[in-house]
């Protein structure tokens, strides 16, 4: 046999499969690494995943497959929640417990002071996005630079803190739960608990719990999914349209439905029941569709699932 038979027998059969998987992450991994282990372990041809976990974090980390990938960008935008633990007194380069300690401060706070702090940083704010992180700067991620030891001017970004709550305080850790919106960097939340009670302060663990309206409790982790058959494994996965659950939903009839899949607009009686907005979620009986947008009465695709999509279609890659 030649090399070049030897080396097309190993092979491995890609499939065509639509759906999420919600992944919990374990800690020392990438996100893309695991986006890599979960695609080869479900065979399938196209991946991504809705939001990046440090490797340093834990939880929910929900991967599309295939037609799915289309609707990521809906927890992308989304809210997040996060359970974190805190140690205060000890601050690092990288603001997380991966990093060289630069500092270290006796602990001289009360629980009170803990909970004071934190209810002022509830809500809309500016936050600077720390130099140890996967922004890019001219096509490079900012770590590179901070390895490099050349500091990057960065710019504050918006974002929200809809829920900060204390879970637990054993100075000098405390645990928080955090909701807050895209973009949050719960390291520099730490580090702003740390610099308010003047002990400085780092992120010692992070866990997903929540992203968008998916939740954690329904999380599977790849040691079990190792030991499922592969038919086991996609009965684990949820619908496409599990990543749109808080868009509103339209129903169509099978001619507006064809006519919509043929990129024509579609006009929907009473035109008051949409009004301006969307994207809506649309259906033609309990088949998902795909999304919408909705302008006075009249419907027109912004995001459709393929007509053709199949997942029993095998390929080899």
């Known amino acids: 046999m030649s090399s070049g038979a030897k080396s097309g027998a190993t092979r491995i059969a890609r499939r065509r499969l639509d759906g999420v998987l919600l992944l919990d992450k374990p800690a020392g991994m990438s996100s893309n690494g695991a986006l890599q282990q979960a695609k080869r372990l479900f065979r399938v041809e196209k991946a991504g995943h809705t939001g990046t976990l440090d490797p340093l974090a834990t939880g929910l980390l929900p991967i599309c497959f295939g037609e799915a990938t289309k609707f990521a960008q809906a927890l992308l935008d989304g809210d997040?929640?996060?359970?974190?633990?805190?140690?205060?007194?000890?601050?690092?380069?990288?603001?997380?417990?991966?990093?060289?300690?630069?500092?270290?401060?006796?602990?001289?706070?009360?629980?009170?002071?803990?909970?004071?702090?934190?209810?002022?940083?509830?809500?809309?704010?500016?936050?600077?996005?720390?130099?140890?992180?996967?922004?890019?700067?001219?096509?490079?991620?900012?770590?590179?630079?901070?390895?490099?030891?050349?500091?990057?001017?960065?710019?504050?970004?918006?974002?929200?803190?809809?829920?900060?709550?204390?879970?637990?305080?054993?100075?000098?850790?405390?645990?928080?739960?955090?909701?807050?919106?895209?973009?949050?960097?719960?390291r520099v939340l730490a580090e702003d608990i740390g610099q308010a009670l003047g002990c400085g302060a780092h992120l010692a663990h992070l866990r997903r719990t929540a992203s968008g309206e998916l939740s954690l409790a329904d999380g599977v982790s790849f040691d079990v999914l190792a030991s499922m058959t592969e038919l086991e494994r996609d009965r684990l996965l949820l619908p496409c349209d599990a990543l749109l659950?808080?868009?509103?939903?339209?129903?169509?009839?099978?001619?507006?439905?064809?006519?919509?899949?043929?990129?024509?607009?579609?006009?929907?009686?009473?035109?008051?029941?949409?009004?301006?907005?969307?994207?809506?979620?649309?259906?033609?009986?309990?088949?998902?569709l795909g999304l919408v947008d909705a302008v006075d009465g009249q419907l027109s695709a912004r995001r459709l699932m393929a007509q053709q999509a199949s997942s029993s279609e095998m390929l080899v890659a």
């Open 245 to 288: 659950q808080a868009r509103p939903r339209v129903e169509l009839e099978e001619g507006d439905a064809v006519r919509l899949q043929h990129g024509q607009p579609v006009l929907v009686s009473p035109a008051a029941s949409l009004g301006r907005g969307g994207p809506l979620r649309a259906y033609r009986g309990k088949t998902f």
């Open 80 to 186: 997040k929640t996060y359970e974190a633990t805190v140690r205060l007194g000890v601050t690092t380069r990288t603001g997380d417990a991966d990093g060289e300690e630069i500092s270290r401060t006796d602990v001289r706070v009360s629980e009170a002071d803990v909970l004071n702090v934190m209810a002022g940083l509830v809500g809309p704010q500016l936050q600077m996005p720390p130099l140890y992180s996967a922004l890019k700067h001219k096509g490079r991620p900012l770590y590179d630079y901070a390895r490099a030891g050349i500091d990057i001017p960065r710019a504050p970004r918006s974002i929200e803190i809809h829920e900060l709550q204390l879970v637990a305080c054993s100075l000098p850790d405390i645990v928080i739960r955090v909701r807050c919106s895209k973009g949050t960097y719960i």
